[in-house]
């Protein structure tokens, strides 16, 4: 259940860091489909102006239950941080504490409660398909994803990002302050139907974090799992 819990933590960090960037409405009166493309061009133009971004965030999963017509639904919070190039950093504070950090060289996924982490190399393509990708300063958004705005008036604007190619998650959306520029919250829709909502507050940029912070070293006794390693086959530090 650890494994399971922190899995679907990386999935969410993968899919929704996307978002974390601020965007601006036209003027009222403009159609979505006119509007869309254009506040995408300005998410972008925000991606590559910012260095790093840390932000509190409130997630919520619902899942759809295998093999029965039931539905769970978790919430979590805690601290996300991102600096450019291909690092990553999610503090999970509640329920229970868990880590994702990735130096852009390996990431690994911690789980304290269990003393257990797992470890994953970070190749080239590793964020291939993945929104994360445009945060940390790879990729085009409207080479990847199809956008569409559900309405360009009003505060926020909710744009949907559908990926061109195969991925994760079937679709990405972006609920936009058009007065500050800011995202206040997301939701991510993946390939089963779950769906993942995180709303931030406190957002800062260009606080050049310390390195250190994307950096993990397993403390002695935490059970250590490698990628493509047999089961069975950790090994505790």
Same mark, same amino acid.
């Given at each position: 259940?650890?494994?399971?819990?922190?899995?679907?933590?990386?999935?969410?960090?993968?899919?929704?860091?996307?978002?974390?960037?601020?965007?601006a409405a036209r003027a009222d009166g403009e159609e979505p489909k006119d509007c869309a493309r254009e506040i995408a061009a300005r998410v972008q133009s925000r991606y590559d102006g910012v260095k790093d971004i840390e932000a509190r965030f409130t997630q919520k999963s619902k899942s759809v239950?295998? #093999? #029965? *017509? =039931?539905?769970?639904?978790?919430?979590?919070? =805690? &601290?996300?941080?991102? *600096?450019?190039? +291909?690092?990553?950093?999610?503090? $999970?504070?509640?329920?229970?504490?868990?880590?994702?950090?990735?130096? #852009?060289?390996?990431?690994?996924?911690?789980?304290?409660?269990?003393?257990?982490?797992?470890?994953?190399?970070? =190749?080239? +393509?590793?964020?291939?398909?993945?929104? &994360?990708?445009?945060?940390? #300063?790879?990729?085009?958004?409207?080479? *990847?994803?199809?956008?569409?705005?559900?309405?360009?008036? +009003?505060?926020?604007?909710?744009?949907?990002?559908?990926?061109?190619?195969? *991925?994760? $998650?079937?679709?990405?959306?972006?609920?936009?302050?058009?007065?500050? =520029?800011? &995202?206040?919250?997301?939701?991510? &829709?993946?390939?089963?139907? /779950?769906?993942?909502?995180?709303?931030?507050?406190?957002?800062?940029?260009?606080? /050049?974090?310390?390195?250190?912070?994307?950096?993990?070293?397993?403390?002695?006794?935490?059970?250590?799992?490698?990628? /493509?390693?047999?089961?069975?086959?950790?090994?505790?530090?």
């Open positions: 259940m650890a494994w399971m819990r922190n899995s679907r933590a990386l999935l969410a960090a993968l899919c929704v860091a996307v978002s974390l960037a601020g965007a239950a295998f #093999g #029965g *017509a =039931g539905q769970q639904e978790m919430e979590a919070s =805690g &601290v996300a941080l991102f *600096a450019k190039p +291909g690092r990553m950093r999610w503090t $999970y504070e509640k329920p229970e504490p868990s880590l994702v950090v990735s130096d #852009g060289k390996t990431l690994w996924i911690y789980d304290p409660t269990a003393r257990e982490a797992q470890e994953f190399p970070v =190749g080239q +393509g590793f964020l291939s398909g993945t929104a &994360v990708q445009f945060l940390l #300063g790879e990729g085009k958004i409207l080479d *990847a994803f199809t956008v569409r705005a559900e309405r360009c008036t +009003g505060d926020p604007v909710r744009l949907v990002l559908t990926p061109r190619e195969e *991925a994760s $998650y079937e679709t990405l959306e972006l609920l936009v302050s058009p007065a500050s =520029g800011d &995202v206040r919250a997301t939701a991510v &829709v993946d390939l089963f139907g /779950n769906r993942t909502d995180v709303s931030f507050e406190s957002l800062r940029v260009d606080r /050049n974090p310390d390195p250190a912070r994307f950096r993990f070293e397993p403390e002695p006794g935490v059970r250590v799992l490698r990628a /493509n390693e047999p089961a069975g086959a950790g090994v505790s530090k």
